[in-house]
C-alpha cells in the first residue's frame, strides 16, 4: 500500500515536499515514480528514481527538471517529491506509484506501474 501526503495550496514561487509512505512493501526494491493528473488532462509522469539493486539514479522531464528533485529514504521507507519555484501549471492531484523491474523505457509509462497511491492535491495560486 502507498499512502501520498504532502499537497496543499502555495502561492506561485513557493515549495512543497511531498511524501510517500510504502507499507507491505520494501520501496528499494521498487522502481517509484511520481505522476501527476491536471482536470481535464492526461497523467503525466515527473520524476522517477530506480530500485536500488540497478542504482538508484533518478529521472525526469524536461518539463520538470531543475525544480523536481526525488528521493528516497530507506529507513522511513518513503519516497519525497521536492517541488520548487512552483507554478499555477503545476497545480494537479499527485501520485506516487511503484513498480516492478521496470525498464528505463518504462520508467515515464504510467501503464507499467502496478502499485498506487491515492494522490495528493497540489494547488498554486497566481
Known amino acids: 500500500q502507498l499512502q501520498a501526503s504532502g499537497g496543499g495550496m502555495v502561492e506561485t514561487g513557493g515549495s512543497l515536499r511531498l511524501s510517500c509512505a510504502a507499507s507491505?512493501?520494501?520501496?528499494?526494491?521498487?522502481?517509484m515514480g511520481w505522476f501527476r493528473q491536471a482536470p481535464g488532462k492526461e497523467r503525466e509522469f515527473v520524476a522517477a528514481?530506480?530500485?536500488?539493486?540497478?542504482?538508484?539514479?533518478?529521472y525526469y522531464p524536461n518539463s520538470v527538471r531543475g525544480r523536481f528533485t526525488i528521493s528516497r529514504d530507506g529507513a522511513k521507507n518513503t519516497v519525497l517529491l521536492q517541488i520548487n519555484s512552483l507554478k499555477p501549471e503545476d497545480t494537479a492531484v499527485y501520485y506516487c506509484?511503484?513498480?516492478?523491474?521496470?525498464?528505463?523505457?518504462?520508467?515515464?509509462?504510467?501503464?507499467?506501474?502496478?502499485?498506487w497511491g491515492q494522490g495528493t492535491l497540489v494547488t498554486v495560486s497566481s
Open positions: 506509484a511503484a513498480g516492478e523491474r521496470l525498464i528505463l523505457s518504462s520508467l515515464s509509462d504510467a501503464k507499467r506501474y502496478a502499485y
Open positions: 507491505g512493501r520494501t520501496i528499494t526494491s521498487y522502481d
Open positions: 528514481i530506480r530500485r536500488t539493486e540497478t542504482g538508484g539514479r533518478t
